[in-house]
């Protein structure tokens, strides 16, 4: 038995109806269960129950067994002088409160719907990847898809605010918090700590400058990763050292990332640190430069896929890493990494742009943006494939994905909606 369990039966009324009485034998009478805490002290704050023909408002305090009362130490705290009612599955010992009387207790086993029981029993037991997998079928696709959004909004919300928080650490600097973003997520999840090095190591303005010149753009870019200092055979590379060292000179630039900082296995090889930096010196060159206000002027997708829609120097063509020659191949960033920039990058910078204009459905205009896109096919999708209806767009990906990684992952069946429904409806086949 789990605490969550206990104070989800409390939350949503989920014990029977059937007139309740105290484990001292007095009538109790659920009026509010109160606010649920989230913060130190009481699991709800102002409830109000009837006990007898006396009304009581106060918190309440939520276990498996009361005599975890006194293992959590709740005796010796102040902050639980208030609690008006304690609610336990278990009543194993007698609590008393502040002023040494014993507390009223409500004992909830007997209270309890059996097959709302059986089905918390079946998701807790579960070891598939998604507990209620079994169960899901049984939920009305529309509050699923309810759900999905609002965790899309989550999503959004909380991709935005880790944005604030680097724009913090970047001094309010708006255009190098974006262009810092955008590098990361170019890179990917296992070469973007280095990426966001990278762009720290060299002044975005220098690049900027020279955003006609690719090959000084790429003779940058590669000095400062630290993937010019080898000694080289073939011409291109060399040149680049050469070029590099001549910039290096010019703009004093601070010293190199260590080449051992970028990774390349495990990974294809369209996505190896060497083309990410050709493509990003090539989306420099196209656009002049990088400044977000491209993207926030504009809201197809379509036309803001052309600002990467970028072809890397010719060298490119044959080759996935400096000095190392390979079979030709078009080395355009492909759609699928455009999307990722979109969805991780763009969209919420432009709920974090329209939201501080205080514009009006700023969040509505990012989830238009993903609804644009084609929904993403990754190991967690799959996941969904044959429990739910299939996603539309990107905007449904991204709810799944929040689904997945804060609730399906930790097992948070009793905070997620689909896991209320399948509990909270008790009448879902025990079987």
Known sequence: MNEDFVVFL???RKISKTPLKTVCGKNLELISPGQENHNSGPDFLAAMVRIDHTLWAGNVEIHVRSSQ???HNHHKDKAYDNIILHVVYEHDRDVTDCNGKIM???EVRDYINHSLLDNYKRL????????CANLIGNIDPYHIRHWIWRLLVSRLERKSSEILQHLNYFNGDREKTYFFILCRVLAGKVNETAFGILVQRLDRLILEKNHDQPFILEALLFGQAGLLQN???ETYPKELQKEYQYQK???KLPPPLQRQIWKYSRMRPGNFPDIRIAQLAMIIHKNRGFSFRNFIQNDKARDIRRFFQVHPSTYWRAHYRLDQPGPKKSKAMGNETIDRILINAIAPFI???KTEKKALHAMEDSIGLLEQLPPESNKVTKIWKDLIPQPDNAAETQGLLELYKY???PRKCLKCMVGNKILGDGGLPAS
């Open 351 to 353: 709920a974090i742009e």
């Open 10 to 12: 409390w939350k949503h």
């Open 104 to 106: 009223h207790h409500l």
């Open 231 to 233: 000694s080289f055979i």
């Open 69 to 71: 009362w006194f293992a």
């Open 407 to 409: 609730y399906c992952i």
């Open 124 to 131: 807790a037991k579960s070891h598939g990847r998604i507990a």
């Open 249 to 251: 000179t010019k703009y």
